[in-house]
């Protein structure tokens, strides 16, 4: 199997169940990050959009003040892989410093 096959429902709720924080929505995983103030938030996201282009995948990401919520998912596969499921745990570690 690639990385960018769409993966079973089993394969997606195992890595929720091991993943806190993370949760299914349809055909993405989706996590909401909180900092204390909008720069914080501001640099997660700057962040993420560097490893979205080192590996060429990109999430969405939703930029509030102290939040930022990432959705995960390949739009060429429409669905799940486990290219998102690798990138939404090196987003923890960044989210982690
Ligand atoms: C040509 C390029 O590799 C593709 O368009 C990549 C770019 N980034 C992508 N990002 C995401 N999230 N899903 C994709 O299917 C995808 N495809």
Do not use: C, N
Not at 81 to 91: F, G, K, Q, V
């Amino acid at each position: 199997m690639g990385k960018r096959d769409r993966l079973s429902d089993d394969e997606i709720a195992g890595f929720v169940a091991a993943h806190p924080g993370w949760v299914r929505a349809g055909e993405r995983i989706e996590r909401s990050y909180s900092f204390p103030d909008y720069g914080t938030g501001v640099g997660f996201v700057m962040q993420i959009a560097l490893l979205a282009e080192r590996r060429d995948h990109h999430p969405d990401i939703a930029l509030s003040w102290g939040k930022v919520r990432v959705a995960w998912s390949t739009h060429d596969a429409g669905g799940l892989t486990a290219l998102d499921l690798e990138l939404a745990e090196l987003t923890d570690r960044l989210s982690a410093g």
